[in-house]
C-alpha cells in the first residue's frame, strides 16, 4: 500500500488521504479546506490526480472538513462508491446539500454585490452535483470487514465525536492500518467513547488537541453567567454554533439548566434548518449515541427552531433576553452572519463561541479581540461581550489521546495529522516520548510506501 496526504497535513481541515494498492486507487475522507483564504483557495485547485481514477472512497464522519469536498469530486467525474456508516450518510445528506446551497447563495450573492474579485463567480459545486453524490453513498455496518477490489478489506469502528462517526481500519495482504478519523473523548454526555484502536501496522491520527488540555470547567456553569448577565440587561445570548454535534451538545447543557430552574422567562432558539433533521437523527440512531428516547425528546424539546429565512429575520429583529444558536460554528457562512450583524453592536449582548476556532475565520477573530468583523463586504462594529464556552470539544485532548493510544500496540509508524502545525509536532514529541513510538507529520502531498518488514528470528 502506498499512502499520499492530500490533505489535512499541516492544517486542521482537508482531510483527504490517497491510498494505492494493487493498481488500485481509494480515498479515506474528501473534505474542504476550511479557514484561512491562502487554504480556501485550495478548494479552487485542480485534484492532485484525476477523480475519475478514484475506485471508491471510504468517509470517517460527515463534517464537511472530511466530506465536503466530495460534490466537486463527483462533479469532476468519480463515479465509485462512497462507504460510511448508515448516521454518516443520514447526516451527510443534510450536510452536503446545506454546503451546496451555501455556495450557491454565495456566489449570487458575489454576483449581486459585485464584492468578488471574479466577474463571473461560480460555486464550488451546485445543489444538483451535491444530489448525485448522495446517490453514490453505500452504508456499511459497524465493526464487519467490507471486502472492496483489489483485496482490501476495510472495517468501520466507532470513534465517538459525533453521530455516526469512524475510525477506518484498513488490511491489504499483511499490512494493517488505521486511520483515527477525529477522535472523540472518551467520557462525554452524549457520545460513546472511540473504541480500542485495534493492533495496526500503520496508524494516522488527528491532532487537532494535540497541544492542549480541556479545561475541566462545567461548560453548563460557564453558559449560567452568562445567562444571569442576559436576564439582568435584556441582552441577546449569540451562539455560533456547528448544526450537528455542538448545537445537541449545547441543548444539552441548557436542559441540565433548565431542570435546575435557570431558564426561566429566557427563551431558546435555534436557527438553523438542519438542526431539527439533525435531532431526529438522534432518535433514529439510537445505538450511535447514549441518551435514551424520552431523554432525547426532553433534550432537543427545549427550543423553539426556526426553519424559515423570514422567521430568522424576524429573531435578528427581536429584541432579549434570549438565546439563539445559530450556523455556522466559525461564522464562516449561514444565517449567523445575519444576526452577528444585528447584535453584534450591542454591548448588552454577548456572543458565546462554543468550539475549536480556526485561524483565519471570523470566529477566530472574535475570539483574538477584534473591533470589527467583515460581513458581506462590510466591516460590521463588534461591542457585545465576547465568551468563550470550554471544555464542549466532541475531540480527544492530548492527554486522553495517548491515555487511548497507550491501550494499543506499538505501530511501525505513526502518522500525525489534522492540526495545526504546533499541535501536530506537539502530539508527535509526545506520542515519541511517552509510548516510544516512530513518528511522521506528513506535509501535503507527502506520500509513503506502507509494508511490513518480514522479521527474522
Ligand atoms: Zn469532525
Keep these: 500500500m502506498k499512502i499520499t496526504f492530500l490533505g489535512a497535513a499541516g492544517t486542521v481541515t482537508g482531510s483527504r488521504y490517497l491510498i494505492e494498492f494493487s493498481g488500485r486507487r481509494i480515498l479515506v475522507d474528501c473534505g474542504l479546506f476550511q479557514g484561512l483564504k491562502s487554504l480556501r483557495l485550495r478548494n479552487r485547485e485542480r485534484f492532485p490526480i484525476a477523480p475519475s481514477s478514484v475506485d471508491a472512497v471510504l468517509l470517517t464522519h460527515a463534517h464537511l472538513d472530511h466530506s465536503g469536498y466530495l460534490p466537486r469530486l463527483v462533479f469532476e467525474g468519480f463515479k465509485g462508491p462512497i462507504y460510511c456508516s448508515s448516521a454518516t450518510r443520514d447526516l451527510s445528506r443534510i450536510l452536503l446539500l446545506d454546503s451546496a446551497h451555501i455556495q450557491e447563495e454565495e456566489a449570487e450573492h458575489a454576483r449581486g454585490h ?20 448522495l446517490r453514490q453513498f453505500e452504508s456499511v455496518a459497524w465493526a464487519e470487514p467490507l471486502a472492496l477490489n483489489g483485496g482490501l478489506k476495510a472495517t468501520f469502528l466507532r470513534a465517538g465525536h459525533i453521530l455516526g462517526a469512524s475510525m477506518i481500519h484498513l488490511r491489504h495482504e499483511r499490512v494493517t492500518a488505521t486511520f483515527s478519523g477525529d477522535l472523540g473523548r472518551p467520557r462525554d454526555p452524549m457520545m460513546a467513547p472511540p473504541s480500542p484502536l485495534p493492533p495496526s501496522d500503520y496508524l494516522v491520527i488527528e491532532s487537532t488537541y ?52 435557570r431558564l426561566q422567562g429566557l427563551p431558546v432558539f435555534v436557527d438553523s434548518p438542519m438542526a431539527s433533521d439533525v ?30 429565512a423570514d422567521e430568522s429575520k424576524a429573531l435578528s429583529a427581536r429584541k432579549g433576553p434570549m438565546i439563539l444558536i445559530s450556523a455556522s460554528g466559525m461564522i464562516t457562512g449561514g444565517r449567523i452572519l445575519h444576526h452577528l450583524r444585528a447584535f453584534g453592536g450591542d454591548p448588552s449582548n454577548a456572543i458565546a463561541l462554543a468550539g475549536y476556532q480556526a485561524e483565519g475565520t471570523r470566529g477566530a477573530q472574535l475570539a483574538q479581540g477584534a473591533e470589527s468583523i467583515k460581513i458581506f463586504g462590510e466591516y460590521v462594529p463588534i461591542r457585545a461581550k465576547v465568551a468563550r464556552l470550554p471544555n464542549e470539544s466532541a475531540h480527544a485532548d492530548a492527554d486522553e489521546m495517548l491515555a487511548w493510544l497507550r491501550l494499543a500496540a ?29 513518528c511522521t507529520v506528513p506535509e501535503q502531498l507527502g506520500a509513503y510506501e506502507w509494508n511490513r518488514p518480514v522479521i527474522r528470528n
Design 114 to 133: 459585485g464584492y468578488s474579485k471574479h466577474a463571473h463567480p461560480e460555486p464550488l459545486y451546485t445543489v444538483a452535483a451535491a444530489e448525485q453524490t
Design 410 to 438: 506499538r505501530p511501525i509508524r505513526t502518522y500525525i495529522t489534522h492540526g495545526d502545525p504546533p499541535a501536530s509536532a506537539a502530539l508527535a514529541e509526545r506520542i515519541g516520548k511517552e509510548l516510544g513510538w516512530d
Design 210 to 261: 494535540g497541544d492542549r488540555k480541556h479545561e475541566d470547567v462545567d461548560p453548563a456553569a460557564e453558559l449560567d453567567g452568562l445567562i444571569s448577565r442576559a436576564k439582568g440587561n435584556g441582552g441577546v445570548i449569540l451562539i455560533p454554533s456547528f448544526a450537528v454535534g455542538r448545537t445537541q451538545s449545547l441543548l444539552f447543557q441548557l436542559w441540565s439548566l433548565k431542570k435546575a430552574g
Design 279 to 308: 435531532t431526529d437523527l438522534y432518535l433514529k440512531h439510537p445505538s450511535d449515541h447514549r441518551l435514551d428516547p424520552q431523554q432525547c425528546r426532553e433534550v432537543f424539546g427545549i427550543a423553539h427552531y426556526v426553519r424559515t
